[in-house]
């Protein structure tokens, strides 16, 4: 079976320039989460749909940040415009619903903002 | 709000040594606690996990106790292996934080044979 896929794997961009990031869950999963990780720190939610509603976006910068998870599968986040302190880690994960399930998560995409 | 405290890192260990790795928490509610591994270019995965007091979740020789009387889910492996460098975090996810999962800021655990 097909883990959490995301692309891509490295982007670098110059400051206020677009990026986008994709995440294709383990199907059947109904819960999706965005996370960024900075540099030496543990990953930290920016968003979570449960199907295609956003269930969890208090700690998503909603002035630049977007995220869309259109039929409750795949799902883009976008950053517009980014900014240098915007460089990190972006993981997607997914799991089936209840508080004690597995949280799987993809490789993630590491952002350099230039 | 809920949060986890890691101890401090990196940890450098000799083949064979005993590990633990500190980690406490606070978080309204019963939450269920995890510790993810992710090894050098590899996506976060799950250790091992328990959902209730006094559970003990094990893998790969790994365990670790869920306390509540202290708040804590210290990670132990009796004789670590050079496989077993990655960097490890503790997670939890509380019922009343809708099912979102808080990580500690991981601990770097380095092997050497």
């Known amino acids: 079976e097909a883990g959490v896929v995301q692309s891509p794997r490295y982007k670098i961009i110059e400051k206020k320039q677009p990026v986008a990031f994709w995440c294709n869950p383990i199907?059947?999963?109904?819960?999706l989460y965005w996370y960024r990780q900075n540099l030496g720190q543990g990953p930290e939610l920016l968003i979570r749909y449960e199907n295609e509603e956003a269930v969890d976006d208090s700690q998503l910068p909603k002035d630049r940040f977007s995220a869309e998870r259109l039929k409750g599968v795949d799902s883009t986040l976008k950053i517009q415009p980014a900014e240098l302190g915007d460089s990190a880690v972006y993981l997607c994960?997914?799991?089936?619903?209840?508080?004690?399930?597995?949280?799987?998560f993809g490789q993630g995409t590491r952002l350099t903002v230039v | 709000g809920n949060s986890v405290t890691q101890m401090e890192g990196p940890v450098t260990l000799s083949e064979e040594a005993f590990l633990t790795i500190n980690c406490t928490y606070t978080?309204?509610?019963?939450?269920?606690l995890f510790w993810y591994v992710q090894y050098p270019g590899e996506g976060l995965q799950l250790l091992l996990k328990?959902?209730?007091?006094?559970d003990k979740g094990s893998n790969k020789g790994f365990e670790a106790t869920y306390r509540k009387e202290t708040t804590s889910f210290h990670l132990e492996k009796g004789s670590v292996q050079v496989s077993d460098s990655a960097v490890y975090f503790c997670?939890?996810?509380?019922?009343?934080?809708?099912?979102?999962?808080?990580f500690g800021e991981g601990t770097q655990l380095t092997v050497n044979p």
């Open positions: 994960a997914s799991s089936s619903r209840g508080m004690n399930t597995e949280a799987f």
């Open positions: 199907s059947g999963h109904n819960t």
């Open positions: 328990a959902t209730k007091a006094d």
């Open positions: 997670a939890l996810r509380s019922g009343t934080s809708g099912s979102r999962l808080t």
């Open positions: 978080a309204t509610g019963y939450p269920s």
